[in-house]
Protein backbone atom coordinates (compact mmCIF):
# COMPACT_ATOMS: atom_id res chain seq x y z
CA UNK A 1 0.00 0.00 0.00
CA UNK A 2 1.38 3.57 -0.49
CA UNK A 3 0.81 6.66 1.16
CA UNK A 4 0.75 10.22 0.47
CA UNK A 5 1.41 13.52 1.98
CA UNK A 6 0.23 16.42 0.79
CA UNK A 7 0.69 20.15 2.02
CA UNK A 8 -0.96 23.58 1.39
CA UNK A 9 1.45 26.49 0.93
CA UNK A 10 1.68 29.67 1.34
CA UNK A 11 5.13 31.19 1.09
CA UNK A 12 6.86 33.55 3.67
CA UNK A 13 6.03 37.23 3.57
CA UNK A 14 9.53 37.90 2.37
CA UNK A 15 9.38 35.78 -0.96
CA UNK A 16 8.40 37.68 -3.89
CA UNK A 17 5.77 35.99 -5.76
CA UNK A 18 7.95 35.71 -8.87
CA UNK A 19 10.90 34.42 -6.92
CA UNK A 20 8.01 31.82 -5.15
CA UNK A 21 8.92 28.60 -7.16
CA UNK A 22 12.63 28.67 -7.26
CA UNK A 23 12.99 29.68 -3.26
CA UNK A 24 10.30 26.59 -3.15
CA UNK A 25 12.27 24.19 -4.99
CA UNK A 26 15.52 25.23 -3.36
CA UNK A 27 14.16 23.80 0.27
CA UNK A 28 13.56 20.58 -1.65
CA UNK A 29 17.23 20.57 -2.92
CA UNK A 30 18.05 21.57 1.41
CA UNK A 31 16.40 18.86 1.99
CA UNK A 32 17.43 15.81 0.02
CA UNK A 33 21.31 15.91 1.20
CA UNK A 34 19.88 14.41 4.26
CA UNK A 35 20.31 10.84 3.87
CA UNK A 36 17.12 9.74 5.49
CA UNK A 37 15.37 11.40 1.70
CA UNK A 38 17.46 8.81 0.27
CA UNK A 39 15.37 6.46 -2.45
CA UNK A 40 12.43 7.16 -0.01
CA UNK A 41 9.82 9.10 -2.15
CA UNK A 42 8.14 7.22 -5.32
CA UNK A 43 7.70 10.81 -6.92
CA UNK A 44 6.84 14.05 -6.14
CA UNK A 45 5.32 17.37 -7.53
CA UNK A 46 5.70 20.91 -5.95
CA UNK A 47 2.31 22.68 -7.71
CA UNK A 48 2.29 26.49 -7.78
CA UNK A 49 -0.79 28.44 -7.79
CA UNK A 50 -2.06 29.37 -11.48
CA UNK A 51 -3.99 32.74 -11.52
CA UNK A 52 -6.80 33.32 -13.37
CA UNK A 53 -5.25 36.02 -15.16
CA UNK A 54 -2.41 34.48 -16.87
CA UNK A 55 -5.07 32.74 -18.58
CA UNK A 56 -7.02 35.91 -19.51
CA UNK A 57 -9.53 35.11 -17.27
CA UNK A 58 -10.99 37.45 -14.34
CA UNK A 59 -10.71 35.88 -10.94
CA UNK A 60 -14.34 35.47 -11.03
CA UNK A 61 -14.67 33.52 -13.50
CA UNK A 62 -12.85 30.36 -12.00
CA UNK A 63 -13.95 29.15 -8.48
CA UNK A 64 -10.71 29.01 -7.30
CA UNK A 65 -8.99 30.81 -3.90
CA UNK A 66 -5.80 32.58 -4.20
CA UNK A 67 -5.25 32.18 -0.56
CA UNK A 68 -2.85 30.03 -0.91
CA UNK A 69 0.27 29.78 -2.86
CA UNK A 70 1.08 25.84 -3.99
CA UNK A 71 -0.10 22.32 -2.94
CA UNK A 72 2.79 19.37 -2.56
CA UNK A 73 1.94 16.29 -3.27
CA UNK A 74 4.10 12.97 -2.98
CA UNK A 75 4.17 9.06 -2.82
CA UNK A 76 6.19 6.51 -0.62
CA UNK A 77 5.54 2.79 0.55
CA UNK A 78 6.48 3.51 4.46
CA UNK A 79 4.05 6.15 6.27
CA UNK A 80 7.58 6.87 8.16
CA UNK A 81 9.62 8.39 5.05
CA UNK A 82 7.39 11.61 5.29
CA UNK A 83 7.56 11.69 9.48
CA UNK A 84 11.03 12.44 9.76
CA UNK A 85 11.83 9.57 12.09
CA UNK A 86 15.10 9.28 9.36
CA UNK A 87 16.43 12.33 10.74
CA UNK A 88 18.84 13.25 13.68
CA UNK A 89 17.73 16.22 16.13
CA UNK A 90 20.70 18.62 14.49
CA UNK A 91 18.77 17.80 10.92
CA UNK A 92 15.56 18.39 11.85
CA UNK A 93 17.03 22.15 13.45
CA UNK A 94 18.63 22.76 9.99
CA UNK A 95 15.78 21.98 8.49
CA UNK A 96 12.95 23.95 10.69
CA UNK A 97 14.91 26.99 9.88
CA UNK A 98 14.82 26.55 6.02
CA UNK A 99 11.31 26.17 6.64
CA UNK A 100 10.79 29.23 8.05
CA UNK A 101 13.03 31.03 5.14
CA UNK A 102 10.35 29.09 2.84
CA UNK A 103 7.37 29.18 4.26
CA UNK A 104 5.07 30.76 6.73
CA UNK A 105 5.28 28.47 9.45
CA UNK A 106 6.34 25.28 9.47
CA UNK A 107 5.32 22.20 7.25
CA UNK A 108 3.80 19.54 9.69
CA UNK A 109 1.33 22.44 10.65
CA UNK A 110 0.00 22.15 6.79
CA UNK A 111 0.83 18.68 5.74
CA UNK A 112 -1.49 16.13 5.19
CA UNK A 113 -0.64 12.20 5.43
CA UNK A 114 -2.93 10.39 3.51
CA UNK A 115 -3.77 7.24 2.31
CA UNK A 116 -5.15 6.87 -1.69
CA UNK A 117 -8.04 5.79 -3.74
CA UNK A 118 -7.90 6.71 -7.44
CA UNK A 119 -10.71 5.88 -9.10
CA UNK A 120 -9.46 7.17 -12.45
CA UNK A 121 -5.74 5.82 -13.04
CA UNK A 122 -3.32 7.68 -15.68
CA UNK A 123 -0.27 10.28 -15.99
CA UNK A 124 0.02 13.09 -14.08
CA UNK A 125 -0.02 16.45 -16.60
CA UNK A 126 0.62 20.16 -16.56
CA UNK A 127 -2.57 21.30 -14.51
CA UNK A 128 -3.74 19.60 -11.41
CA UNK A 129 -7.10 20.84 -9.60
CA UNK A 130 -7.15 20.04 -5.43
CA UNK A 131 -10.03 20.74 -3.29
CA UNK A 132 -9.31 20.34 0.06
CA UNK A 133 -12.51 18.99 1.86
CA UNK A 134 -13.70 19.44 5.33
CA UNK A 135 -16.40 16.90 7.24
CA UNK A 136 -19.08 18.68 7.53
CA UNK A 137 -20.46 19.13 10.95
CA UNK A 138 -22.46 16.18 12.71
CA UNK A 139 -21.74 13.99 10.25
CA UNK A 140 -19.65 10.81 10.96
CA UNK A 141 -16.21 9.92 9.63
CA UNK A 142 -17.26 6.59 8.09
CA UNK A 143 -20.29 8.33 6.37
CA UNK A 144 -17.65 10.48 5.33
CA UNK A 145 -15.34 8.47 4.16
CA UNK A 146 -18.08 6.11 2.48
CA UNK A 147 -19.72 8.91 0.49
CA UNK A 148 -16.29 10.17 -0.97
CA UNK A 149 -15.02 6.07 -1.91
CA UNK A 150 -19.05 5.12 -3.15
CA UNK A 151 -21.24 8.38 -4.88
CA UNK A 152 -18.10 10.61 -5.39
CA UNK A 153 -15.89 8.00 -6.69
CA UNK A 154 -18.65 7.35 -9.61
CA UNK A 155 -19.40 10.79 -10.41
CA UNK A 156 -15.33 11.44 -10.86
CA UNK A 157 -15.46 8.56 -13.21
CA UNK A 158 -18.51 9.01 -14.91
CA UNK A 159 -17.62 13.04 -15.70
CA UNK A 160 -13.65 12.32 -16.10
CA UNK A 161 -13.96 12.21 -19.92
CA UNK A 162 -16.35 14.86 -20.82
CA UNK A 163 -13.47 17.11 -18.02
CA UNK A 164 -10.34 15.78 -20.16
CA UNK A 165 -9.21 14.80 -16.49
CA UNK A 166 -5.98 12.23 -17.25
CA UNK A 167 -5.68 11.25 -13.37
CA UNK A 168 -8.47 11.27 -10.19
CA UNK A 169 -7.34 10.27 -6.85
CA UNK A 170 -8.93 10.59 -3.14
CA UNK A 171 -6.92 11.51 -0.63
CA UNK A 172 -8.34 10.81 3.08
CA UNK A 173 -6.00 12.02 5.92
CA UNK A 174 -4.60 9.87 8.29
CA UNK A 175 -4.05 11.00 12.26
CA UNK A 176 -4.88 14.45 13.86
CA UNK A 177 -5.52 17.61 11.92
CA UNK A 178 -3.94 21.59 12.54
CA UNK A 179 -7.27 23.49 13.47
CA UNK A 180 -5.87 25.61 10.89
CA UNK A 181 -6.30 22.96 8.31
CA UNK A 182 -9.12 20.85 9.47
CA UNK A 183 -9.14 19.35 6.27
CA UNK A 184 -9.99 15.52 6.27
CA UNK A 185 -9.73 14.38 2.49
CA UNK A 186 -8.34 15.97 -0.53
CA UNK A 187 -9.21 15.50 -4.11
CA UNK A 188 -7.31 15.14 -6.84
CA UNK A 189 -7.50 15.39 -10.48
CA UNK A 190 -5.09 16.12 -13.44
CA UNK A 191 -5.49 17.35 -16.48
CA UNK A 192 -2.41 17.65 -19.75
CA UNK A 193 -2.54 21.28 -20.06
CA UNK A 194 -3.47 24.65 -17.58
CA UNK A 195 -6.33 25.56 -20.05
CA UNK A 196 -8.10 22.27 -19.76
CA UNK A 197 -7.93 22.59 -16.11
CA UNK A 198 -9.75 26.02 -16.41
CA UNK A 199 -11.92 24.52 -19.06
CA UNK A 200 -13.21 21.89 -16.62
CA UNK A 201 -13.84 24.54 -13.33
CA UNK A 202 -16.50 26.14 -15.54
CA UNK A 203 -18.10 23.41 -16.72
CA UNK A 204 -21.43 22.20 -15.95
CA UNK A 205 -20.21 18.70 -15.31
CA UNK A 206 -18.24 19.78 -12.86
CA UNK A 207 -20.23 21.69 -11.35
CA UNK A 208 -22.87 18.64 -10.68
CA UNK A 209 -19.18 16.98 -9.38
CA UNK A 210 -18.49 19.20 -6.57
CA UNK A 211 -22.84 19.90 -5.52
CA UNK A 212 -22.87 16.15 -4.98
CA UNK A 213 -20.37 16.34 -2.00
CA UNK A 214 -22.59 18.89 -0.12
CA UNK A 215 -24.26 16.40 1.95
CA UNK A 216 -20.97 15.50 3.87
CA UNK A 217 -18.71 18.60 3.17
CA UNK A 218 -18.70 21.84 4.50
CA UNK A 219 -18.86 23.68 1.61
CA UNK A 220 -18.28 27.06 2.46
CA UNK A 221 -14.95 25.76 4.07
CA UNK A 222 -13.97 24.31 1.02
CA UNK A 223 -10.50 25.62 -0.46
CA UNK A 224 -9.76 24.81 -4.29
CA UNK A 225 -6.17 25.44 -5.84
CA UNK A 226 -5.83 25.36 -9.65
CA UNK A 227 -2.02 24.54 -9.36
CA UNK A 228 0.64 23.64 -12.62
CA UNK A 229 3.83 21.93 -11.38
CA UNK A 230 7.18 23.47 -11.11
CA UNK A 231 9.46 20.97 -9.82
CA UNK A 232 9.13 17.38 -10.90
CA UNK A 233 11.20 14.41 -8.87
CA UNK A 234 11.70 12.11 -10.90
CA UNK A 235 10.17 14.15 -14.36
CA UNK A 236 8.12 11.18 -14.49
CA UNK A 237 6.49 8.95 -12.18
CA UNK A 238 6.66 4.56 -11.54
CA UNK A 239 3.37 3.63 -13.91
CA UNK A 240 0.09 3.24 -12.22
Not at 46 to 66: C, K
Not at 158 to 178: E, K, M, P, Q, T
Request: some cysteine; glycine content about 6%; aromatic content about 10%.
Amino acid sequence: MAYKMLYLARRAKDVAWADWPRTWKSHAVFASQFPAMDGTIDWMRYTTRIDPSSLGLALGELPVSTAHDGVSVAEAQDLSTFLGKGFTREQRDLIDIDELRVFDRYTPDFSFYCSETRPVAGPLGEAAVFRFLKRKAGVPRQDFVAALQGAHAADCVANAGALGVSRWALNLSLGDLHPDFPFEAIDECWFATAEDAARALRAPEMARVVAGLDGVCAMDAMVTMLTRPTHRWPREPRPA
